[in-house]
Each structure stands twice: as structure tokens, then as C-alpha cells.
């Protein structure tokens, strides 16, 4: 659920816009612009086992700086430490057999991370990702009557932004190969996952770890997904799941591997165990946190209407010609109009009224395009110039994370659950 952690004074900058208008000089004092941070909700679902620490510490260890993107991840100190720890003995091969601990049966680990970028050369917070990370078998197993645990979860399922499916990439393996264990553990991950999903209305990726344990007998990426969705969709639950929802959801599969090929393997007993001479290449880890609020925007788009849609694409053209100030004033009187109310509505009426200008501002700026202020910044009061850039920035920040989740589609199209799939 989204929600927001900041104000902003719209009312001192509609003055200021209106006194603009009127052929008055700027105001002599500063105009206060307070920033709205909005916060994304991530639930990840798995059993025990499936691999969801080492997800995590990979997924920080490779967002954790702006390498190869505009953004990273900043996380409270504690947390930064508990996720380098998990990376550390993930990366470790001194002991073969060592791992970090996974999540316990009823427990529940929270992280806050926020989404940062370079702004006038200092890191600037775009908006932050709650992420809740919960054992599966809280949905599979029966609890102590009176606990509240499951109620906990499905709320905070319902009232999720993105969802993460984590399905044991190993098991998988095993039930290809005709291991019976690998059958039962799947049937087991979908009867936990499914139930609680199916009543969700947010994006879902179903992230499959462990990818590069099947690399081995399936080395052409793309046929080892299609073999994988294969098999998934032959469970007539999940297709339910896909028929049922594809049409208004996205819904993918990634294939991740927190360590990369090469790292770990499995010995005779089965069990997982590291490479003496292995080194962490990380894959694809950055794709399921990074496709969450452009997978958000783009469901919230497809449940607009052609009328709606061509109105928003009118504003978001509009507020490229206007100035910083302008646009930003224009959100309110935008908001009370009929695609600006519809969009708003798309995000559910929690999010609308908690959110209101700031969402329908980051919507607009997620549809790309420099604006007019670009060519006058030297003109630009002080207030001006910061608005312009945190816009930049936004786009900046938006446009790579949708290349992301772009270019693992591209390269395997699998990715993209659908009922033509």
C-alpha cells in the first residue's frame, strides 16, 4: 500500500505561479518546497529453503551502488550489516557447507530501503521500498489458535503493491529429473503461495532462485525457461491463477541465481555446497525490486480507459512545456478532473487520498520526455531549479528501472506470464 512520508506546500507555490502570471517580480522570500517520499509495499513469499536470504543480500549487494544504473539502495545501518553478513557468508567458500540462516517457520523480517539517485551531485531519496520477507509455511501449516499470524499476512498481502513469488529453483530440478521430492515440494510452494495470491489485486513475479543449478542440463537460458513455465502451467492451479488474472495483473517469472554459475553445486547426498574455487557473479537479482513500480504504473495504465489514457498523455505533454512551478501547481486543478480522478481511483482510494498530487506527478513523469524548463534553467529561481531536477530525476530513475525489466523480457520472452504463453 502506498504511503506517504512527507508534505509539500502546494498553496505557496500556486501564489507564486499566480504572481508570475500577473507580471509580478519573483517573491522576495524563498519558496519552501517540501518533498512527498512515497513508500512501495513488497510482500515475498517462500518456503523454507527456497532461497529468499540469499535473494535478498544479492539483490542489496547488487542495488547497493549505481553501478550500471542512475540509482541504488540505502537501508537503515543495522539492516546495511545483517544484509553485508548474509553476503559475506553467502560469498564465503571456506566452508563448503556454509550458508546463511533462512527465515523460521512464523517469521517475519522487515526492511525499509530507499530508492536514491545523484541530484546537484548529492544523493537525493526518490521514493522507498518496505519490503516484508515471511516464511510460507505461515500459509501451509496450521497455527496456534488466537495468533493473528495469518491474518497479519493476508492484510499485508492485500494491501501490497508487488508480490514475490519464491519458488526453490533446486526442487524444480529434481522434479524434472523425477525425484519425488521435487514434485511434493512444488505442490507444497503453490498450495502457499497460490491462495494468498489469488485474492491480491497488485503485480505478481514468481521468482524461480537457484537458476544456475539447472544450467547444467538445460545451457540455453531461454529453453530452460520454457521448460520451467511448462512445467509450472502444467499445475492447474497456476494456470488458474494466469488464466484468471493475466488480463488485468502482470505477472512474471524471473529466473535469478544469487551467487552465479559456477558458484555451488550438489553433491551425492543432494544437498547444495559451494565450490572450492567458485566466485559470485550474481544474475538477474536486480530485476524484482526494480520492476516494482514500473510494473505498478503499467497495470494501473491498462485498467484506464482509451478516453483517460489520451488525457494523460495531453498532460504529461503539457507539463513538459510548462515550468517547474507551473506543473507542479497544475497537479491539484489536474487531479480534480476526470482522467486525473479516474487514475487516482486506479490506485485504489487509500492510495488516492494519501497520496494525491505526488502520485499523479511521479505517473506523469514515468511517461518520459524533457520539458521546457531544460532550455532555461538559467532563468530559474532557486526553488525552480530543484523541482526541475528532482523531475530529471524521476525520469531518470523510472526509465532505468523499466530497461531493466525491459531488456530480461527481450532476451526471454517466458518471463512475461500470459494465457498465450
Not at 567458500?93 to 530507499?114: D, I, N, Q, V, Y
Not at 545523484?118 to 495468533?147: I, N, T, W
Not at 488480463?247 to 555446497?273: C, K, Q
Amino acid at each position: 500500500m502506498l504511503v506517504v512520508a512527507l508534505v509539500i506546500t502546494v498553496g505557496a507555490i500556486v501564489f507564486a505561479v499566480l504572481a508570475r502570471r500577473m507580471g509580478e517580480k519573483r517573491a522576495k522570500a524563498p519558496i519552501a518546497v517540501e518533498e512527498r517520499i512515497p513508500t512501495f509495499q513488497v510482500v515475498a513469499l517462500g518456503l523454507q529453503g527456497s532461497g529468499k536470504t540469499l535473494l535478498l543480500a544479492s539483490m542489496y549487494h547488487c542495488l547497493r551502488v549505481p553501478a550500471g544504473q542512475s540509482y541504488f539502495l540505502n537501508a537503515e545501518y543495522r539492516d546495511v550489516l545483517q544484509l553485508n553478513q548474509w553476503y559475506a557468508e553467502m560469498a564465503d567458500t571456506g566452508s563448503s557447507h556454509l550458508w546463511p540462516r533462512g527465515t523460521a517457520k512464523g517469521e517475519t523480517r522487515h526492511f525499509l530501503f530507499t530508492v536514491k539517485t545523484a541530484v546537484s551531485g548529492a544523493p537525493h531519496p526518490m521514493f522507498q521500498l518496505k519490503y516484508l520477507e515471511y516464511a510460507g509455511e505461515l500459509l501451509s501449516e496450521p497455527q496456534d489458535e488466537g495468533s493473528g499470524r495469518q491474518d497479519e499476512l493476508f492484510g499485508h498481502v492485500k494491501a501490497a503493491d508487488a508480490l514475490l513469488g519464491v519458488i526453490d529453483g533446486y526442487r524444480l530440478l529434481q522434479h524434472l529429473d523425477g525425484h519425488p521430492a521435487g514434485a511434493v515440494h512444488l505442490e507444497r510452494t503453490l498450495n502457499a503461495l497460490l491462495p494468498a495470491m489469488i485474492e491480491a489485486s497488485c503485480p505478481i513475479s514468481f521468482v524461480i532462485t537457484k537458476w544456475d543449478l539447472l544450467a547444467d542440463r538445460y545451457p540455453d537460458e531461454g529453453r530452460r525457461l520454457s521448460v520451467v513455465h511448462d512445467l509450472l502451467m502444467s499445475n492447474s492451479h497456476f494456470r488458474s491463477l494466469v488464466d484468471m488474472h493475466a488480463s488485468t495483473r502482470i505477472m512474471r517469472l524471473v529466473p535469478v541465481s544469487a551467487v552465479g554459475h559456477g558458484f555451488a553445486t550438489v553433491d551425492p547426498e543432494g544437498d547444495i555446497v559451494k565450490v572450492a574455487t567458485g566466485a559470485v557473479h550474481p544474475a538477474n537479482v536486480d530485476v524484482p525490486l526494480s520492476a516494482v513500480v514500473p510494473d505498478l504504473f503499467d497495470q494501473v495504465e491498462a485498467r484506464l480507459t482509451r478516453e483517460n489514457m489520451a488525457a494523460l498523455d495531453a498532460e504529461a505533454r503539457r507539463r513538459r512545456q510548462q515550468g517547474p512551478l507551473e506543473a507542479l501547481a497544475s497537479l491539484t486543478a489536474f487531479g480534480s478532473q476526470i482522467a486525473g480522478r479516474a487514475l487516482l481511483a486506479a490506485f485504489g482510494p487509500v492510495a488516492a487520498v494519501a497520496l494525491g498530487d505526488t502520485l499523479l506527478g511521479l505517473f506523469l513523469d514515468s511517461r518520459g520526455g524533457q520539458g521546457k524548463q531544460d532550455a532555461l534553467s538559467e532563468e530559474l529561481s532557486a526553488a525552480e531549479r530543484r523541482l526541475d531536477e528532482l523531475a530529471a530525476a524521476r525520469r531518470r530513475v523510472l526509465h532505468d528501472m523499466r530497461r531493466k525489466v525491459n531488456v530480461l523480457e527481450g532476451r526471454l520472452p517466458h518471463t512475461r506470464l500470459s494465457r498465450e504463453h
